[in-house]
């Protein structure tokens, strides 16, 4: 079903703190939710892009699993679980090796994520 959710919908919800956006093309941006702390953006036909996320410093959780148009986390400095599954996600090991908060990572498929370096760094 297509959700009636767009970004006008939220573009007052300053407080709102938990969204849910999987494949929904009509939310994009989130300028008027500064306080989002979990996100849900996966999808490939979800219009969240790394631009859209640029200025949620108190996020900490974001799901971007099969969306190509989530790369850049440098805003994201809070950020502690990632999930950047499949390899149409478009996060790679350059995209997260600065992020020092991480905790969790699910990259499962995510081939641009080496496994390895999450071991390393205790990112499981």
């Given amino acids: 079903d297509e959700s ?7 573009r007052h919800l300053h407080e709102l703190i938990e969204l849910y956006a999987s494949q929904n093309q009509k939310i994009s941006d989130l300028c008027g939710c500064p306080n989002l702390r979990k ?30 148009k989530i790369s850049d986390l440098s805003g994201c400095h809070n950020l502690q679980i990632l999930y950047a599954t499949r390899n149409e996600c478009g996060i790679s090991m350059n995209n997260i090796k600065y992020l020092k908060q991480l905790i969790i990572v699910d990259s499962f498929y995510n081939y641009k994520i080496d496994s390895f370096f999450a071991k390393k760094h205790n990112i499981y």
């Fill in 4 to 10: 009636n959710i767009s970004s006008d919908s939220i």
């Fill in 39 to 68: 996100l849900d953006a996966s999808g490939c036909a979800c219009g969240i892009s790394s631009d859209n996320i640029r200025h949620l410093h108190n996020l900490i959780e974001l799901h971007a699993s099969n969306n190509n």
